[in-house]
């Protein structure tokens, strides 16, 4: 499953077909498809390339990863096209698996419950799924202890195992049960990335992002001292940089990367999230890169505790003129362009540290199966859980997997409610975002 | 030139000496000194004419056709505007709630020519002809309504509804606003004066106040902002409740930026209670007083007349359990309240803790009540939920821990057993149960069933439990009004940890029996010499528009809570009463 960014093919004859009589052509006609042809080929260049496109040029960013690959299992698993990975499903603790092209589809393995409910995700090349532990509602599924080991889904076996605990200036508590926030991933250096908030308090802010060789589960490299919530790895006109969301102020920052995707220097004020319309309270839980190089920001109240909060998504764009991120427009609806994309022997895993490996994942998707797309928003959606809370996946087109939570007007619930009264036996409502269903029965549970 | 001060000198000078002294005095703070806390309001409206007129208005509008509360001094157009723009059967709808009842208050906020930005596809007609923006906003949604005419034609070209949209706030209301905030007791001793309504501007608004917003109650909220030297005292008033909801004072410089809103004024003056224990006395009690980061208010070193009488107290957890489905899969939720900020809450306070006399029949109090709310943001809305720590200190040594539930749940009933933690003053204890005739000695850590006939009748009393080495004897008595707490009883030995810091979640939500969570800490160890920790969990059932419940009602044309609280906790009293 990738993004393709490249420009159609012209379609080909078909076999067995006699070639068409070409028509004697005028010496204009003749420079011009010269022209158009040189063009071609430089544009077909620069792209293989990786040339700076536009949203570059502009002051925009790039998203690394295109390389992201479906899961291997998921097609013995009935899935026909891309996956959906879902850690905030309201009926659902853990992981579960969607089917954009198959409504009401659901695959959870039973080992993807093991670490209690999830929240930071992403993939790698391979098809291997990372995520994290963030408790909802309540700690009797997330005990603190847990906060900060990454878990990994076998892109084989679908196994659900626990991959690397990031280290912690201090263990996560009761007064701060949170630990890993924001999980990505690097195509150009095979890198994932981690940021924990474990040991921080309100006076103290000890928080790390950490950069992990997946392959080796080892740490690269770290840096203390900064709680963020949402991380994502981009290309801008100067290097490599990380950007995340601060878990503890209303703005976006950013660290560079040097060559091997260690992060270097200070970080850098990138955005006040109240000039894009924000609360003073809300913080940016996930940053998407779009394909213009603006970006999506989902944002939450987030205070450290577990009470629940919706969602909701703004939008910056680059301003090059003034170097610098200005509110912008909200992005039309995506094409939905879910391509099927069986990994082969020949889907290349990124390039090694150092190497730009962007080029050689984008020929590997192109060889990926089917037919060439127009430029469309990434297969492999990940939605993450909303910290504390939890509400219907933002895909609305799932429909059916999970109710409308939205809240609408207090006296339209409270009708509702009124109404209720003449149902017979009285039966529960639907919880809100952010209630944890919990299921007993009379044997023994284990320990919490 | 030389001026002669010959004959003026001295008092000239020793008035400008007067005059430079007062303004030395007068200085306002130095921005180096630290900021004042900020400071939550009672949040009761004042009684000025503003207040008066303004009520009166919407009293009047909401019983107008249509129950849409116009914009004053408007010219001869926009007025003709706002005339056809509340024709239109769009706007008529506005305060018409979804589920029926009474009008919610509507009120017209601006009316101005439209601009090429307030211009979409279906107004484009607009660019040629001359067309109004009038601006409404739905007080009871936060529904902030744009809507585009053509002022020759009187057509309405589009009506757009923004929810959680808050508009500018018109002059009046921005004066009222001042208004309000002037009146303020908080205000006035925030800046040792009644200050003028020059004072309260802010270059930034043409309205003379700044937004703010009150994202929890999602009302209507401004702040006028007083300026003082280099600092700004912020006043957020909240226009819906015509009430301060508190102040704040900011460094005026890039800082000042951020708004003051309702939440962050709330969490940065209830967060205090979370860093150190507050001592409280009242009467012959003294107490300390902490937020914890799950375990609600815990209360600790209770003494009463100085004689230890508590060593802690608290509410450990709160389940709440739904009927739905087989028998053996029942659903529920397992609730933690606790701070603010930086805590495993579900539910946080929005307050601080108060402290309410109690009185008898004849008005004369015979006791304070230490209460702390938490709520979630939209409570009363279904499936968000509000929990009290409720602590009864009466004079003569009885003491009551109770649990307090409005509300407003995910449905019908549900049943909410919360854990309470009591740890009695005390090196060690003996505890006895009322067996039906005489008090039996528990040997062992166990627990007690609800039942009835396990009380003693005099008093009710179930459990006995002495003191050695300090503390006194106390009878446990479980609840029974409004409804009996049918209350399961546990006693362990003290560990320090199994409780006595936080413990964000104990037991499983759902169950119906003893396996409540208290136990698990039951090994059964013997008692004897040891201090014990008494654990108490009632059962109190929802029941709509009776107990445990709240519902949202449309009062004035602004959603206000209906409340049925329901409480369970038992009585500790002390045997025999203490003499004064």
Redo the contacts between chains.
Sequence with gaps: MTMDHRPPRPPRAPRGAAPPRRPARRPWVLLICGVGLAVGIVAVLATILGLPDPARRAGGLRAVTACRGTPQFAPGYGFRGGVILSTSLPQRMGLVLLDPAQPGKAFQHPSWTQAGHLGAVTTDAAGNIYVGPA?R????TN??AGATTIWRVDTRTAEMTPFLTVPAAAPP?????FGILGLAYDCDTGSLYAASVAGS??ASEVGRIVQIDPDAGAVLSQVEGIDALGIVIAATPTGKRLYYGSAREPRIASLALDATGAPRGAPRPEIDL?DLGA???ERARRIDILPDGSLQVTVI?F??????TQPRQLHARYEAAGQRWVPGPAPAAPARSIRPCRPTPSVRRPGRRGRRGGAADRAAAWRCGGAPRPRAPPQLLVVAVRM?GAAAPRLRRIGGIAPDHR???????????????GRPG???????P?????????RP?R?? | MIYSTRGIGGPLLLGLGVILLGLACARPPSAAAPLPTPVLAARIPPDLPAVRARRAAIATALAATPPILPLAGLDATAAQVQTQVLADPRVRALPVPAGGGGPMLVEVFGVVPATAGDLTAATQACRARRCYKTVLYTFATATTTTVISDAESGAVLEVATLPDVQPDVPPHLAALAVAIARAAPEVQEALQMVPPAEMATMAATKAGVTSSRCERSRHLCVAPIFRWGERALWAVVDLTDLALVGIQWTDVGATSRRRVTEASLQDTVVSRWCETPVPLTWGPWRLTAMLTGSDGLAITEVTYHGRPWLRQAKITDWHVRYPAGPPDQAVGFQDAVGCPTFSAAAVIPVSEPVLAPITDASATPIGVALVQDFRNEHWPIPCNYRYQNRYEFYADGRMRMLAVNIGRGCGRGGVYRPILRLVPAGAAHTVAAWDGAAWARWPDERWLEPSAARRRAADGAQLRIAATGGGPTLLVVPGQEPRPDDAFLYVTVTRSAEGDGDLPALGDCCREDVRQGPETFIDPEPLAGQPITLWYVPQMPSVERAACWAESVLRDGILVADEWPCAAGPWLVPEPPPTP
């Design positions: 408790p509602v309540s700690l009797a005990p603190p508590s009761p007064r701060n049960p308090a309100p109240t609360d003073i309270q109240r205070r450290f505790t577990l009470e629940p504390g809240r609408g007007a207090r006296g339209e619930r409270d009708r509702s409610s009124a109404r209720a009264g009285g039966a529960a409502r639907q919880p809100g952010g209630r944890r269903w919990g299921w007993t029965d009379p549970r320990p919490a």
